[in-house]
Structures are given as structure tokens and as C-alpha cells.
Nanobody, 125 residues
Framework: QVQLVESGGGLVQAGGSLRLSCAAS????????MGWFRQASRKEREFVAG????????RYADSVKGRFTISRDNAENTVYLQMNSLKPEDTAVYYC??????????????????WGQGTQVTVSS
């Protein structure tokens, strides 16, 4: 069982930055690939970024490449999402998720086993 708690969301102007954190419980954090997803109002949840269990593999959605950076600290059981050059279209509830796979980075949300409660990110124009 893994429990995930996100933090760091808020209101920011376009062009600004935010750093999201996701703290995980349990001693097996380093066995899980981690992902960040987002869900805007009246839209489906979408993949934003993912990182492999070791941190050696990373992938991003095309919409955030060059602006967002995912990282993880396995000693601290935490995964981060640094978001720069934010745009109004980045407004959404952001979720972190854990997938019980060591060597891949799943994209479909159905491949993730555990989810946080979400944190709201609002980017004003």
C-alpha cells in the first residue's frame, strides 16, 4: 500500500513557476514508477510527466516539454514537478500516481496503482 500526498499548488500569473511535491508513504517507493497527471474542468485526465523507479528514465507530454521537469528523491520518498513558463492552459488539478513497475514509465492512467488527492494549479492570464 502506498499513500500519496501532493502539495505546492496555487495561483500564479502566466509566465510564472510552481513546484509541486508528492510525498509517498511506505518503504518501497523506489520500486514504483511515478507519474504526474492533470485534469482540467470538463476534460479527461491526461499524462503530464513520468519517471522510472530508479529515476534514470523520464518522459513528458509534448505540451509540457521544455517547461516542466520531473524528478524524484528516493531517500526522501518524494517526487517533484517543477513547472516553469506556465500558461493559462496549464490550469488543472494535478495528481501524482504510482505504478508498480521498475523499468517502464506508463502513460495510461489505468496502469497506475495509487493516486494522490490532487492539488489545484491555476494560471491567470
Amino acid at each position: 500500500q502506498v499513500q500519496l500526498v501532493e502539495s505546492g499548488g496555487g495561483l500564479v500569473q502566466a509566465g510564472g513557476s510552481l513546484r509541486l511535491s508528492c510525498a509517498a508513504s511506505g518503504r518501497t517507493f523506489s520500486s514504483y514508477a511515478m507519474g504526474w497527471f492533470r485534469q482540467a474542468s470538463r476534460k479527461e485526465r491526461e499524462f503530464v510527466a513520468g519517471i522510472s523507479a530508479s529515476g534514470g528514465g523520464i518522459r513528458y507530454a509534448d505540451s509540457v516539454k521544455g517547461r516542466f521537469t520531473i524528478s524524484r528523491d528516493n531517500a526522501e520518498n518524494t517526487v517533484y514537478l517543477q513547472m516553469n513558463s506556465l500558461k493559462p492552459e496549464d490550469t488543472a488539478v494535478y495528481y501524482c500516481a504510482a505504478a508498480a513497475t521498475r523499468f517502464t514509465i506508463p502513460v495510461p492512467s489505468g496502469n497506475y496503482d495509487y493516486w494522490g488527492q490532487g492539488t489545484q494549479v491555476t494560471v491567470s492570464s
